[in-house]
């Protein structure tokens, strides 16, 4: 069988998105999250999707970048462990999500209270045990709250899911 040029065999590939993400706690471990202006009722860790300036530098890079973008919050340069790694089917005119969740660490009461948000990104963040995440966010939204909160706890990555029910 002869090999397609390279272009035409991406073509024969699913396309879809990839996002790196960073879960980040206050001292008591209660996850950090932040209000979506896009859909005021989605809580969503820092961090967003690569994108072409990404490339070179990797999915650490994404993460610190967007998150430091969303929130003022400077990250280490080297990225804390790979706690959750994501797989959500198309959804609507949306391909698949290929995500990527790192131990961003526990932030002091002094970094939580320095955040500063982008206003055209997100309204508000909050730090909240995760008993109170579970009664707040949408079930597909906990489940990967649960996971990154779980590997931390174990110290193993998580692979995660997300079905088309969710």
Same mark, same amino acid.
């Given at each position: 069988m002869a090999h397609l040029p390279v272009a035409e065999y991406l073509e024969t590939l699913p396309?879809?998105?990839?996002?790196?993400?960073?879960? +980040? &706690?206050?001292?008591? %471990?209660?996850?950090?999250?932040?209000? *979506?202006?896009? %859909?005021? =009722? =989605?809580?969503?860790? /820092?961090?967003?999707? +690569?994108?072409?300036? %990404?490339?070179?530098?990797?999915?650490? *890079?994404?993460?610190? @970048?967007?998150t430091c973008e969303e929130t003022g919050l400077e990250l280490p340069e080297r990225p804390g462990p790979l706690l959750v790694v994501v797989y959500a089917p198309p959804a609507g005119a949306w391909p698949f999500k290929?995500?990527?969740?790192? %131990? /961003?660490? &526990?932030?002091?009461? @002094?970094? #939580?209270?320095? #955040? @500063?948000?982008?206003?055209?990104e997100h309204s508000s963040y909050a730090v909240r045990p995760l008993g109170e995440w579970r009664r707040l966010v949408a079930p597909r939204r906990l489940r990967l709250i649960e996971a990154a909160a779980q590997a931390r706890a174990d110290g193993r990555t998580v692979v995660l899911h997300l079905g088309a029910e969710a």
């Open positions: 396309h879809g998105t990839v996002f790196a993400a960073v879960h +980040l &706690t206050d001292e008591q %471990d209660n996850p950090l999250l932040l209000r *979506s202006v896009y %859909d005021p =009722e =989605e809580w969503q860790f /820092g961090g967003g999707n +690569l994108e072409f300036a %990404d490339l070179a530098d990797g999915l650490w *890079s994404c993460a610190r @970048r967007e290929l995500g990527f969740v790192f %131990d /961003g660490g &526990t932030l002091t009461d @002094r970094r #939580i209270a320095g #955040i @500063r948000l982008d206003p055209g």
